[in-house]
Structure formats: structure tokens, C-alpha cells
Nanobody, 128 residues
């Protein structure tokens, strides 16, 4: 069982930046593709950005491309989502999720249903 913990959310003004973190305390993420998803009130869950277990491939949604960047630390223990130029429409609960793909894989599962481990989420509110 993999337990994921997100951190770094908060209240930020439009145009500001936040960095979210996703970790599995005491465990490595090197066997997993990691995705960041978000869900705003009354809206469907949206995949935001993904990174392969190797760290060598990323996919980012058009809605945040050029503003959000996903990365993983050298030890493959923490995945980050750097969010710049935040907009009010970025307000949502942000979740990280893990899909088993094996070590050093470039595979990124396309569907949220393929991600079997989910964190509790962290609230991001963009408001003036």
C-alpha cells in the first residue's frame, strides 16, 4: 500500500506562485508514474500534469502549459508541481496519484482510473 501526502497549498493572489509537493513517507516513488489532478467545486476532476517513473517524460495539460512544471527530486522520493502565474480558475483541490509502471519507465497512464494510489489533497485558492 502506498500512502501519498500532498503539501504546499494555500491562499495566493492572482499572478502568484506556489509549489506543491507529493511524497510517500519512508518510500520511494521510483516504481510509479505520478500525476497531479485537480477538482474544483461543481467540476469534473482534471489531470494537470504527469511524470514518468524515470523522470524522463512529462505531460502537461494545455490549460496550464507554460505556467505549471512537474519535477521529481534526485532520490525519487518527492514530486513537485511548480505553479506560476496563478489564475482564479486554478482554484481547486489538488491531488497527487500514483500508477505502477515499474522502475525507469517512460509510460504515463492516460486515465485517472489507472492511478490506484491517491493522496488526501491540498487546497489551492487563488483570490485577491
Amino acid at each position: 500500500q502506498l500512502q501519498l501526502v500532498e503539501s504546499g497549498g494555500g491562499l495566493i493572489q492572482p499572478g502568484g506562485s506556489l509549489r506543491l509537493s507529493c511524497a510517500a513517507p519512508g518510500k520511494s516513488l521510483k516504481y510509479y508514474a505520478i500525476g497531479w489532478f485537480r477538482q474544483a467545486p461543481g467540476k469534473e476532476r482534471e489531470g494537470v500534469s504527469y511524470i514518468s517513473s524515470s523522470g524522463g517524460r512529462t505531460v502537461t495539460a494545455d490549460s496550464v502549459k507554460g505556467r505549471f512544471t512537474i519535477s521529481v527530486d534526485n532520490d525519487k522520493k518527492t514530486v513537485y508541481l511548480q505553479m506560476n502565474s496563478l489564475k482564479t480558475e486554478d482554484t481547486a483541490i489538488y491531488y497527487c496519484a500514483a500508477a505502477v509502471t515499474g522502475v525507469n519507465s517512460l509510460t504515463i497512464p492516460a486515465s485517472g482510473g489507472e492511478y490506484h494510489y491517491w493522496g488526501q489533497g491540498t487546497q489551492v485558492t487563488v483570490s485577491s
